[in-house]
């Protein structure tokens, strides 16, 4: 029997890049699969659609985040996607994986972009916790995305690295006041990992591949897969000792 088998998750930008890694992760290993997305429509029926010619279940949710009521419109848009595949209502697994990058340091950064990232990384998920806890069932699963910046001095980043540090805050104030009920609060921080996003720095490009690959223990830039698979293990059973931990997904970057 597949270890999520009977479980339902929700993974939120899980349309593309590592959100599609790990929806297609969580769906392997049994779970029914919501798959959230924020405007791209089509890339998140083709990633349900990937999931159910494998054999799994998945449907798409769509909400915009970062916007007034983004957390009441995505939940309403879960639990008539949820009612649609007739599944009991509820909720075991929720992945925040939806997030904007910034390439903008101290000085470049006005107050327009860092309302803009901080309401999409920070505020959406804050609102999309508090309103997950009714609906999450004990000896639950909550992974939040963060990122190796959080240790890593990146004056280039700088906005970005510090909403990825309030997640890991959030994530180790939940996991003490969700204890109680079993349910585990985790960070996976990644590293550089090839997606479409910096498809154009890293794609087709040698030099610039073995540049940022050379940050890594391994020699190489992660790939999404690699990010899906550390968050498996959080969403299992197995990691049921594991809570308010912030879990480097980085290849050892930068030791």
Not at 44 to 67: D, M, P, W, Y
Not at 76 to 91: K, Q, S
Request: hydrophobic share 45%.
């Amino acid at each position: 029997m597949a270890r999520l088998s009977g479980k339902t998750a929700l993974v939120t930008g899980g349309s593309r890049g590592i959100g599609r890694a790990i929806a297609t992760r969580l769906a392997a290993d049994g779970a029914l699969v919501a798959v959230h997305y924020g405007s791209n429509e089509t890339a998140a029926k083709e990633t349900v659609s990937a999931i159910t010619e494998a054999g799994g279940h998945a449907f798409a949710v769509g909400a915009e985040l970062g916007v007034p009521g983004d957390a009441e419109t995505l939940w309403t848009a879960f639990d008539a996607g949820l009612a649609d595949t007739g599944a009991e209502p509820g909720l075991d697994i929720l992945v925040n994986n939806a997030g904007i990058a910034s390439s903008s340091n101290l000085t470049g950064t006005d107050e327009a972009e860092f309302d803009r990232i901080f309401a999409v990384n920070v505020k959406a998920p804050f609102f999309i916790l508090q309103r997950a806890t009714g609906r999450l069932r004990d000896n639950g699963r909550i992974v939040n995305i963060s990122s190796a910046v959080t240790r890593i001095a990146a004056p280039g980043t700088l906005t970005y690295s510090v909403t990825k540090g309030a997640l890991d805050t959030l994530s180790f104030t939940l996991a003490k006041q969700l204890g109680a009920r079993g349910i585990t609060v985790n960070a996976v921080a990644p590293g550089i990992v090839d997606v479409d996003s910096n498809a154009h720095v890293l794609r087709n490009n040698p030099q610039q591949l073995a540049f940022w690959g050379s940050f890594s223990a391994f020699g190489r830039v992660g790939q999404p897969t690699d990010i899906a698979d550390v968050v498996a293990f959080l969403a299992s059973d197995d990691s049921r000792w594991v809570t308010g931990q912030v879990i480097d997904a980085s290849g050892g970057a930068r030791l």
